[in-house]
Nanobody
Framework: QVQLVESGGGLVQAGGSLRVACTAAGRTFSTYDLGWFRQAPGKERELVANVGSSGSTNYADSVKGRFTISRDVAKGTVYLQMNNVKPEDTAVYYC??????????WGQGTQVTVSS
């Protein structure tokens, strides 16, 4: 069982920056594909960004050029650096890890609120 713990959410003004992190207890994530999803009130959960075990990255069009996903294998942590945030980025952000056998794990979520 993989337990994912997110941290770093909070309140930020529009145009500001925030970084959220996700750590797996007792694991390094080296063979996992990792991603960040978000869910705003009344909306479906959507992919924000992901990073494969090879290091390749993919971003939603809405965050390209503003957000950066990265992973620290040694620390077993994946980060999402959010720059130039907008009110529409307000959501609960969830970390996701998918193993080589396609088992999917989710964190509990961290709230990000962007004030205008």
């Amino acid at each position: 069982q993989v337990q994912l713990v997110e941290s770093g959410g909070g309140l930020v003004q529009a145009g500001g920056s925030l970084r959220v992190a996700c750590t797996a207890a007792g694991r390094t994530f080296s063979t996992y594909d990792l991603g960040w999803f978000r869910q705003a009130p009344g909306k479906e959960r959507e992919l924000v960004a992901n990073v494969g075990s090879s290091g390749s990255t993919n971003y939603a069009d809405s965050v390209k050029g503003r957000f950066t996903i990265s992973r620290d294998v040694a620390k077993g942590t994946v980060y999402l650096q959010m720059n130039n945030v907008k009110p529409e980025d307000t959501a609960v952000y969830y970390c996701n890890a998918v193993s080589y056998s396609y088992r999917s794990y989710w964190g509990q979520g961290t709230q990000v609120t962007v004030s205008s």
